[in-house]
């Protein structure tokens, strides 16, 4: 196998094993941002600009309910939505769930990108470094036989 093929080859196995390396850190962090800041005001703004109606104003609104913990037992929480609102305040559109999603999507996008982006820079000196491993091995092979 000449040079050009064994730097291709090691560069794109390289480049799989980075994305799942660095995947495996980044992807966590982003999920975690996307789902904590799902419930601020930028983030319901930004969705609400999307999925509200023209003519509306995304509010954000909260109210309490409960929830199950791990052993069924009701706990207090806080559950947010995002509500559209017209001109004369009335409620046009509510939407409890799918805004929140999309955020996390859009941020685990991002987080995609970035170990996308990551591998390919670490990819190429880490393909150079075992095309020159192997190519030591190789000579020391052959001055061995």
């Known amino acids: 196998m000449n040079n050009a093929k064994t730097s291709t080859v090691s560069g794109c196995v390289i480049w799989f094993l980075l994305i799942a390396i660095i995947g495996s850190c980044v992807m966590p962090v982003f999920f975690l941002a996307g789902t904590l800041s799902s419930f601020t005001d930028f983030a319901v703004q930004t969705m609400g600009g999307w999925l509200c109606p023209d003519g509306t104003t995304p509010e954000k609104y909260t109210y309490q309910t409960t929830m199950s913990d791990e052993y069924g037992n009701p706990r207090p929480a806080t559950a947010y939505e995002l ?12 939407d409890p769930i799918a805004y929140a999603f999309i955020w996390v999507g859009i941020i685990a996008l991002l987080g995609v990108v970035l170990t996308g982006v990551l591998a ?26």
Do not use: E, I, Q
């Open 120 to 145: 390919f820079v670490f990819a190429v000196p880490g393909g150079m470094l075992v095309t020159r491993l192997l190519n030591k091995l190789r000579g020391s092979r052959s001055n061995s036989v």
């Open 83 to 94: 509500h559209c609102v017209d001109a004369s305040g009335d409620v046009v559109k509510t």
